[in-house]
């Protein structure tokens, strides 16, 4: 009786992890979009490349194969953050720059 009812649980919990949920609970399409995004509103060569990754996500989701999708998808993820990352250095930075160079033009005068 109970080697049955460890068979069942073994079955059960063999069957539920089979079918779980992917890790990474993202809609593949907003991972796409925010790519895009990263083109327009970011540092444009890591949007590019983040798209890229985006779509080999989806891809890789579609064809059932999760444990590539998941990496893809972290991938794209990081590339979008990094690509909002440096356009706001740049804007920060920018003034910052224009106002050093103003100074070290006055102190040379």
């Not at 009812?5 to 993202?26: D, F, G, I, N, Q």
């Not at 060569?45 to 989701?61: P, Q, S, W, Y």
């Not at 059932?64 to 930075?93: P, T």
Request: net charge neutral; with cysteine; glycine share 2%.
């Amino acid at each position: 009786m109970e080697d049955e009812e460890k068979a069942v649980e073994s079955l059960v919990s063999s069957t539920e992890a089979a079918h779980s949920p992917s890790p990474m609970r993202c809609c593949w399409l907003r991972l796409r979009y925010l790519a895009a995004a990263s083109i327009v509103c970011g540092c444009s060569c890591l949007g590019v490349i983040a798209l890229v990754f985006a779509i080999k996500a989806e891809e890789r989701h579609k064809a059932a194969r999760c444990e590539e999708a998941v990496y893809w998808g972290a991938r794209a993820r990081r590339l979008i953050v990094a690509s909002f990352v440096v356009w706001l250095a740049v804007l920060l930075l920018s003034p910052l720059l224009l106002w050093l160079l103003s100074y070290a033009i006055a102190q040379a005068e």
